[in-house]
């Protein structure tokens, strides 16, 4: 009767709002020439294999619930797993805070290596989010100033951390139970195709090798970045009219940003931008991460 069971299970058309396993499988049993107890056995062998751990959170991840819709500025729809972050507990971090911070950095002071990684890997990672919002002449603009020396200066009024936790969603036992489970083929099948332990929790890329931990936030500040690069008035003029999206380094996702900005052409061709952020609005500036642990 197994392919019987299964032919049913998989047509669409037995799935109807607020069918469940069970149910489904009961209206089955009940058309299916099975008898009584064979039929009472498989709905025990589903009920039991739905309360093993593995098979909860799965359910959990799917559920709907632990789910949260967001409507864009431009009115798409998207959906993200909750988290323990609120919108309250960031506003109370942010008042909680003890102080404030003067930033002074000069990338001539940098050595090789983190210049080197700041200005190719962190430019690179924004560029497709820059690129929605401008030309391609204006991407050049940008990658001179990737290409020349910088500098970032001012004061941020407010900065902390905020515990930020995965939602219901997160099943942390099974997860714990696939690290400490490497080797081990009653967890990890070796014929398997969608990947092995080392694909999820080896460093440094595995896919769940890390996880966030804190959120970072900023409140109230005013912060200049002077690109060392040469400008003329055409190249300034062109930045004026196409930066809805930021200047390098720091872009935004859309033009309806939180901060201000503001464009100075120098006495020596070079540019700064200033960027400002009111006290009381809120930005996440990055993240704290751990490693994965069992």
Request: proline share 3%.
């Amino acid at each position: 009767m197994y392919t019987s069971w299964i032919t049913f299970k998989t047509t669409p058309a037995n799935w109807t709002a607020g069918s469940t396993l069970t149910s489904v499988y009961t209206a089955w049993s009940n058309t299916a020439p099975i008898d009584p107890g064979r039929a009472a056995r498989g709905a025990a062998a589903i009920q039991a294999a739905q309360m093993a751990p593995l098979n909860q959170a799965y359910a959990a991840y799917a559920l709907p619930a632990n789910q949260q819709t967001f409507t864009g500025t431009d009115g798409t729809q998207f959906t993200l797993y909750r988290y323990s972050a609120t919108n309250q507990a960031a506003v109370s971090a942010i008042n909680g805070s003890s102080g404030g911070a003067t930033i002074n950095f000069d990338s001539s002071s940098m050595d090789t290596s983190t210049n080197s990684t700041f200005v190719e890997g962190a430019a690179s990672g924004f560029y497709d989010i820059f690129s929605g919002g401008a030309s391609g002449s204006f991407d050049q603009l940008n990658s001179k100033a990737v290409g020349s020396g910088f500098s970032i200066k001012g004061t941020i009024g407010q900065y902390t951390s905020l515990a930020s936790g995965p939602g219901a969603w997160y099943t942390s036992s099974e997860v714990s139970r696939a690290f400490d489970g490497n080797g081990n083929a009653n967890i990890w099948d070796p014929q398997a195709s969608s990947g092995n332990w080392s694909s999820f929790f080896a460093q440094p890329n595995g896919a769940l090798a890390r996880f966030v931990s804190e959120l970072v936030l900023v409140s109230n500040y005013t912060i200049t970045v002077t690109s060392k690069a040469t400008y003329s008035q055409s190249d300034y003029q062109q930045i004026k009219a196409a930066a809805n999206f930021g200047i390098w380094p720091f872009f935004s996702a859309s033009a309806s940003a939180t901060h201000t900005t503001s464009e100075t052409l120098n006495s020596d061709s070079t540019l700064s931008v200033t960027y400002t952020l009111p006290q009381g609005a809120i930005q996440i500036w990055g993240v704290n991460v751990q490693q994965q642990s069992g």
